[in-house]
């Protein structure tokens, strides 16, 4: 797969947003803390949680920012929350989709820290990042409501990108087994079409349709493809 484009927008984005957060270091070291962050999402071993996705990301909190109280912290949270990451199997089980929000989090104050930007600040930034563990939200804060549906938005895709999404998650762990990864996957897709609402916000609301709708057609292959392995492995 071709690498994925840099948007030369990109790093200004996370100037501006660090600088509306606080941060009193100097342009070049903030530019500096960016392409050391950049450097983390364009990691090789990437092929959903990469550059792609970020951008993805930050592009639905834009859609969502009049739901915001502190959008800059919202839009750091976003840059940070997949800043560790890996996609061997002991860390994909470990972690939600190899994503480590703790982790995550401690670096983004390491280097939100050393830019000057305010401890209260950075604690909001942290607190959303760590919310992405497993969505769990502080039914208080509609910045964390934003962060959260912005990740999940990708299920709401059109069917091109959900099957693009999927195949570079695939793509990501192509050294698990089909049998150990689909199972993973049905577990992970259970759990979504349980919960009463995947997206909390008012706006992020209008994905919910679209989202269940490819959730239940992923399911159905799933279990059409473990039904495949199954009769395979008896015969």
């Known amino acids: 797969m071709a690498p994925t484009a840099t948007p030369t927008w990109l790093l200004p984005v996370y ?27 364009e990691e090789p071993s990437r092929h959903f949680h990469n550059v792609r996705h970020l951008v993805d990301l930050l ?5 969502l920012q009049q739901e915001t109280h502190k959008p800059h912290a919202v839009r750091l949270a976003a840059w940070y929350h997949g800043a560790i990451f890996s996609s061997d199997e002991e860390d994909a089980y470990a ?43 502080d039914p208080s804060s509609s910045d964390c409501a934003v962060l959260c549906d912005a990740d999940l938005a990708v299920l709401a895709s059109d069917p091109q990108r959900y099957k693009e ?34 997206y909390v916000s008012p706006l992020g609301g209008t994905w919910e349709q679209r989202a269940r709708q490819n959730l239940a057609g992923e399911a159905s292959r799933i279990e059409k493809a473990l039904a495949r392995i199954g009769a395979s492995d008896a015969t």
Do not use: C
């Open 15 to 41: 100037a501006r947003a660090a600088t509306g957060a606080g941060a009193t270091a100097s342009e070049d070291e903030i530019l500096a803390a960016a392409n050391r962050l950049l450097a983390r999402w």
């Open 95 to 137: 972690h939600r989709g190899g994503e480590d929000e703790d982790a995550s989090a401690e670096f983004a104050r390491e280097e939100l820290s050393a830019l000057g930007v305010p401890p209260e600040s950075i604690n909001d930034v942290t607190t959303m990042v760590k919310a992405l563990a497993r969505h769990t939200l």
């Open 59 to 63: 592009q639905h909190v834009d859609e």
């Open 165 to 198: 999404y999927l195949r570079d998650v695939r793509a990501e762990y192509s050294h698990i087994p089909d049998r150990k990864f689909l199972e993973a996957r049905q577990s992970i897709v259970k759990k979504l079409l349980a919960r009463q609402q995947l």
